[in-house]
């Protein structure tokens, strides 16, 4: 059982790259985060989805765009990468009852310089 | 709005040593409280999970306890070890579905 599983684990940018990174989970979970972590920052919400075709922006969605066309996958597209964007991003997923614990990937390492 | 707070930032203790990571919360009205273990370089693993109605939940040496009308949540390691040292994260759950996160607690235990 792989759960969450993130790509890459590391990326390093310029700035004004795009890139997409990549979140799949096989627990047949409908709700899915994106966090992002920044040291002493504790995480913020990015964008999450609640089934496929439905996204909503978190705390910090500027920057960002997700989709969710298929249960499984829940992609995070940056544009126009800025140095700001330099963090540890987690994707998540649960059942989305209030009784259901959160599953996260490894996350991906990414430095805009 | 929801603000989750974590109090130390930091312990140290001696190994053996029972202990009790804090975390406090300004919004009576959540759903559940979770606790995650995160290990350096690695993802956020789930640990307990306490429903609002429910006033603890237990997983061997690790007992969490859930106080809404004080907006208080402990996580009580007994009989610590090495192999607890990691960060703590407490996470309150409310009606938006959206998990707000404390800072953590990074826990050294040592031999």
């Known amino acids: 059982n792989a759960g969450v599983t993130q790509t890459p684990k590391f990326r390093i940018l310029k700035i004004g790259q795009s890139m997409t990174l990549q979140c799949t989970q096989d627990?047949?979970?409908?709700?899915m985060y994106w966090y992002r972590q920044d040291p002493g920052m504790g995480l913020k919400l990015i964008y999450y989805?609640?089934?496929?075709?439905?996204?909503d922006k978190g705390e910090v969605p500027n920057g960002y765009n997700v989709s969710r066309s298929t249960t499984e996958d829940f992609p995070l597209r940056l544009e126009l990468a800025a140095p700001s964007q330099t963090s540890v991003y987690f994707c998540?997923?649960?059942?989305?009852?209030?009784?259901?614990?959160?599953?996260f990937g490894n996350g991906t390492r990414l430095t805009v310089t | 709005k929801q603000e989750v707070t974590q109090i130390p930032a930091a312990l140290s203790v001696p190994e053996g040593e029972n202990l009790v990571l804090n975390c406090s919360f300004t919004?009576?009205?959540?759903?559940?409280l979770q606790w995650f273990r995160q290990d350096p370089g690695k993802g956020l693993t789930s640990l307990l999970l306490?429903?609002?109605?429910?006033r603890e939940q237990t997983s061997g040496r690790l007992n969490a306890s859930l106080d809404k009308s004080s907006g208080r949540s402990t996580l009580y390691i007994a009989a610590s070890q090495p192999g607890d040292s990691a960060t703590y994260l407490c996470?309150?759950?409310?009606?938006?579905?959206?998990?707000?996160f404390g800072k953590g607690t990074k826990l050294t235990v040592n031999p």
């Open positions: 998540a997923s649960s059942y989305g009852t209030k009784y259901s614990p959160l599953h």
């Open positions: 627990m047949n979970h409908n709700y």
């Open positions: 989805s609640v089934g496929a075709g439905i996204t």
């Open positions: 919004d009576s009205a959540i759903y559940n």
């Open positions: 306490i429903q609002s109605s429910q």
């Open positions: 996470a309150g759950q409310g009606g938006s579905e959206k998990l707000v």
